[in-house]
């Protein structure tokens, strides 16, 4: 079975063609108070010679909804600035949870790149195994990265509404659709934190708000754990699907999961609610 987790205790296995980047995003509605951004929290604290890998920043820019992705073109330029090439073992981790560097993973597998792990627990997990850390924020000399597009991970608003549809006529032919947003906002109890967003999900849609996937301490649950928090929630951890959210970034903790799983048949929305929830003739409810 796949894994794309590394424990930190294995650090020292890797090859020196390795590149740590710090993915570290906070939610918008984050109930944890934080007193400096991601940036400087990286320029504080990070891993040796890891690299800022920023949702935000390495994203289509130009569009109206937040960190869609990039272009080829641009993922190839921006990955190759960070010394990064096709044959680096890349490394994603975050300050706190694993949301951002979810989302880095996701997106490296998106353009073509397989040699790609998550931290797990990140760097406080680093931390507590006594790795050294730096503030120096170093630049590395840029190589050339080719992207190679893969669709079949990737969902947008068509592939969302056909689904949808053939969740409702068709059960032979269902692509499960999982939210992993917080069950508030997917009962439209809890505002949206982004403005001009409607109240409630898609229909077909089932309820894993990310962070049942995490211990205590932010690392992963095992995979009886993962099974069992599935199963839980009415999820069939098998079977094809797509996960959703607010704008895309929590949803690749459950492709994240089901990845451990051994299930690759998962497409990430990369719109999410941001886009389905702000389109005030596409269905939605609050059951």
Not at 110 to 130: D, P, R, S, T
Not at 205 to 224: Q, R, V, W, Y
Not at 272 to 285: C, K, M, Q, R, V
């Amino acid at each position: 079975m796949p894994t794309s987790l590394i424990e930190a205790k294995n650090l020292k296995k890797l090859n020196n063609n390795t590149v740590f980047l710090d993915a570290s995003f906070i939610l918008p509605n984050s109930s944890t108070k934080q007193s400096i951004s991601a940036d400087q929290a990286y320029a504080n604290c990070h891993i040796p010679n890891a690299q800022r890998f920023d949702v935000n920043k390495i994203a289509d820019i130009d569009s109206d909804l937040p960190h869609m992705l990039p272009s080829a073109e641009k993922f190839s330029h921006l990955i190759g600035k960070l010394g990064i090439d096709n044959t680096t073992t890349v490394v994603c981790y975050e300050q706190n949870t694993l949301m951002g560097a979810a989302r880095a993973w996701w997106m490296f597998r998106v353009f073509g790149h397989e040699n790609v792990f998550i931290l797990n627990g990140g760097l406080a997990a680093y931390q507590a195994v006594g790795l050294p850390t730096s503030s120096i924020v170093t630049t590395i000399l840029p190589r050339t990265f080719e992207a190679y597009y893969q669709d079949h991970l990737v969902a947008d608003l068509d592939m969302m509404a056909s689904a949808i549809e053939a969740n409702q006529l068709d059960f032979d032919h269902r692509r499960q659709i999982i939210d992993a947003r917080s069950q508030e906002r997917f009962a439209g109890t809890a505002p949206e934190p982004r403005e001009n967003l409607r109240a409630g999900h898609m229909l077909t849609a089932i309820n894993l708000p990310f962070n049942n996937l995490f211990d205590e301490n932010g690392l992963l649950l095992s995979k009886t754990a993962l099974i069992n928090t599935f199963e839980a929630h009415g999820v069939d951890s098998h079977t094809a699907t797509i996960t959703t959210c607010g704008s895309g970034v929590t949803a690749c903790t459950l492709a994240l999961a089901l990845y451990e799983l051994g299930n690759t048949d998962v497409a990430v929305y990369d719109g999410s609610w941001a886009e389905w929830g702000n389109d005030e003739t596409l269905p939605i409810t609050l059951f």
